[in-house]
């Protein structure tokens, strides 16, 4: 599989991916304007949903859509880093085209710099809470040889996670950076962006860990997330 295939796939689904988050949040805010409850619930069963159906879609090409999920790849030998930096761009750039595409398809300016500041300690344990999780998912699952449930088991815990974790689950830098240019429900404010996307590799580091010690397998499928 050619590295341009999967970069272009890694674009299109973190675009999709990031326009449902979006466009969802925006949505939900305006069907639901005084139900701040009903806006998350609509918001993370979107999400939750959109995921299940872009990872079975684009799996047999590549199906990652997150930065840290992409280095953990090649921290496993799965990939090489510089494809795990070349992923990782198409996969930032895929969701600012996706936030830009949300924020027109609601009649709204195409950048709108997000207000949203989300900077307190236990939101950034949750997005270490919430990465961890992920990453222990998506590799659980194919060190156990259940690739073909990986979409299912990444959409619910995604879905979930909105719920569980103090910061709505982001897990993702790639999404992160994409949300801080909609000034809406799912946005987030530019200052923000960096603690988060820190306590991202936290928790995708820590992954690693739990994934060698609970997994301790001596050969991975190379491409296997995919």
Not at 71 to 81: D, F, H, K, P, S
């Amino acid at each position: 599989m050619s590295l341009a295939r999967r970069a272009t796939a890694e674009l299109v689904g973190t675009a999709f991916l990031v326009a449902c988050v979006i466009g969802s949040g925006i949505a939900a805010s305006r069907l639901s304007p005084d139900d701040t409850g009903l806006q998350l619930l609509e918001n993370s069963l979107a999400t939750g949903a959109v995921l299940v159906a872009l990872i079975l879609t684009l799996q047999p090409v590549s199906a990652v859509f997150n930065p840290v999920v992409s280095a953990v790849e090649a921290a496993l030998g799965l990939i090489r880093w510089s494809e795990a930096a070349v992923l990782a761009a198409a996969q930032v750039l895929g969701g600012i085209l996706g936030a830009v595409v949300a924020n027109l398809m609601f009649d709204l300016d195409a950048v709108t710099w997000s207000t949203h500041e989300r900077s307190a300690g236990h939101l950034w344990l949750g997005e270490v809470v919430a990465t961890l999780g992920l990453v222990l998912v998506v590799f659980g699952g194919i060190r156990s040889g259940r690739t073909e449930s990986i979409a299912f088991a990444v959409g619910g815990y995604i879905a979930a996670a909105y719920w569980f974790t103090s910061s709505t689950s982001f897990a993702n830098p790639a999404v992160t950076i994409a949300r801080m240019f909609s000034n809406t429900f799912a946005g987030i404010d530019p200052s923000s962006v960096a603690m988060f996307v820190l306590m991202q590799v936290v928790g995708g580091a820590l992954a690693l860990g739990l994934v060698r010690l609970l997994f301790p397998v001596t050969e991975l499928a190379e491409g296997a997330v995919r």
